[in-house]
Antibody, heavy 117, light 112 residues
Framework: EVQLVESGGGLVQPGGSLRLSCAAS????????MSWVRQAPGKGLEWVSL???????YYADSVKGRFTISRDNSKNTLYLQMNSLRAEDTAVYYC???????????WGQGTLVTVSS | QSALTQPASVSGSPGQSITISCTGT?????????VSWYQQHPGKAPKLMIY???NRPSGVSNRFSGSKSGNTASLTISGLQPEDEADYYC????????????FGTGTKVTVL
């Protein structure tokens, strides 16, 4: 079964850091495009970052320079390192396999990141 | 790049058909046939319902269909059922490197 499981969310103070993990099963992360998408409480979906199978990375302007997407091929796991966190980064973060414009599928269950003092 | 525009809410009775619109620009919806639709129940992760404008993933009911004309894409749900009550989001690839993808504002579907 193709599945994604996120972890690493929690409460962090403004300016702090957090690393999210997304463990995949049923497919190989390094052979696919993978994206992070977030959803602020009660709000819509926002694309955050993408890593291509070749390793190129892309970021939304709102997180560029603060967030870093990466993967560990040996663990078949995707990561999102989040630094200099702001209140507006508070959201549920989802990882998803990215079919290069042909949709995100599947999605993980999401992990909540709360940035507050 | 702004979010794609969707109606905030759409409602219908069981068995009826409803259509949700998704309006973008010539830099996203109008530029590519890379429009997808997602269903999200409360507290759950989004689920892919339509990809590349009108294609259904395996396992998705054929009551869901998609189309596009110019800068506007549409999702139609026919034979509305109680379990279709959820939030629906469209998404499009964009011609920009940031963001690469833009989502719609979301539509709450209510089954009366």
């Amino acid at each position: 079964e193709v599945q994604l499981v996120e972890s690493g969310g929690g409460l962090v103070q403004p300016g702090g850091s957090l690393r999210l993990s997304c463990a995949a099963s049923g497919f190989t992360v390094s052979s696919n495009y993978m994206s992070w998408v977030r959803q602020a409480p009660g709000k819509g979906l926002e694309w955050v970052s993408l890593i291509y199978s070749g390793g190129n990375t892309y970021y939304a302007d709102s997180v560029k320079g603060r967030f870093t997407i990466s993967r560990d091929n040996s663990k078949n796991t995707l990561y999102l390192q989040m630094n200099s966190l702001r209140a507006e980064d508070t959201a549920v973060y989802y990882c998803a396999r990215d079919f290069s414009g042909a949709g995100f599928d599947p999605w993980g269950q999401g992990t909540l990141v709360t940035v507050s003092s | 790049q702004s979010a794609l525009t969707q109606p905030a809410s759409v409602s219908g009775s069981p068995g009826q058909s409803i259509t949700i619109s998704c309006t973008g620009t010539s830099s996203d919806v109008g530029a590519y046939n890379y429009v997808s639709w997602y269903q999200q129940h409360p507290g759950k992760a989004p689920k892919l319902m339509i990809y590349e404008v009108s294609n259904r993933p395996s396992g998705v009911s054929n009551r869901f269909s998609g189309s596009k004309s110019g800068n506007t894409a549409s999702l139609t749900i026919s034979g509305l059922q109680p379990e279709d009550e959820a939030d629906y989001y469209c998404s499009s690839y964009t011609s920009s490197s940031t963001p690469l993808y833009v989502f719609g504002t979301g539509t709450k579907v209510t089954v009366l």
